[in-house]
């Protein structure tokens, strides 16, 4: 699948549905799958974080969730003169353009056709997860966030199989215990897509080191 690197870090020339098509394919070609949803903020992470970095470029997908990624592809894209006296003014005017586009004709860009809401694709994965019989699980958000968000998902999608579980509290400082017991209930509920929400570059390390041990198809950060 065609990417475009921004800043050393990979992200895929997707739209919104090519990139349900790629996850549905992922749920039927077998082996385990990481989706990531990189913006304009992990893009600075990454510089400072060889590691995420490189988490993110082995992703199965790395959609761009963020009008930013479009421009920055976008621009990274034209061709800069040689004349030294020339490329600041040249950088400048382009920046300019790309701006312009951004604000009012993200339809012209050719590098990136659209943002792709990490959100948004959790909604529709479930709702083709109830039509499919798919099951969901929920790892993380703050306080009953995660079961809040189960409900209203059932409440839409009535045949959703779907389970949730806050489980700990920090990531970082969590005995290896509380990590054990949560990959347990998951495990238990043998989930095809495994949403995780914790903070942004620790939930994207944990799934990483975690795959192995866990029996999902997809897993997908979405702090």
């Not at 050719?110 to 479930?126: F, N, P, W």
């Not at 997860?129 to 798919?134: L, P, R």
């Not at 489980?167 to 495990?187: D, F, Q, T, V, Y």
Request: one cysteine or more; proline letters at 4%; hydrophobic letters at 45%.
């Amino acid at each position: 699948m065609d990417s475009v690197s921004i800043l050393g870090l990979k992200v895929n020339k997707v739209t919104f549905k090519e990139a349900l098509g790629e996850i549905g394919g992922f749920l039927n070609g077998g082996g385990k799958h990481l989706v990531v949803t990189p913006y304009a903020e992990s893009v600075v992470d990454a510089q400072k974080d060889d590691e995420f970095k490189k988490i993110i470029n082995s992703a199965s997908l790395s959609v761009p969730d963020g009008g930013s990624l479009l421009a920055a592809a976008e621009y990274l894209s034209y061709q800069l003169p040689k004349n030294r006296w020339l490329r600041l003014p040249v950088a400048v005017f382009y920046g300019l353009v790309v701006g312009f586009r951004l604000a009012f004709d993200k339809k012209s860009f050719s590098q990136i056709k659209e943002r792709v809401s990490g959100t948004d694709l959790v909604i529709s994965l479930c709702e083709m997860s109830s039509q499919t019989g798919k099951k969901v699980y929920f790892l993380g958000g703050e306080g009953n966030e995660a079961a809040e968000a189960a409900q209203v998902l059932k409440t839409k999608y009535s045949s959703l199989q779907i389970m949730t579980n806050a489980g700990p509290a920090n990531l970082k400082k969590a005995p290896a215990e509380e990590i054990s017991l949560a990959i347990k209930k998951i495990n238990e509920f043998a989930p095809d897509f495994l949403f995780v929400a914790f903070a942004p570059v620790e939930q994207e390390k944990w799934l990483f080191y975690h795959m192995g041990e866990i029996n999902a198809k997809v897993f997908m950060a979405v702090g």
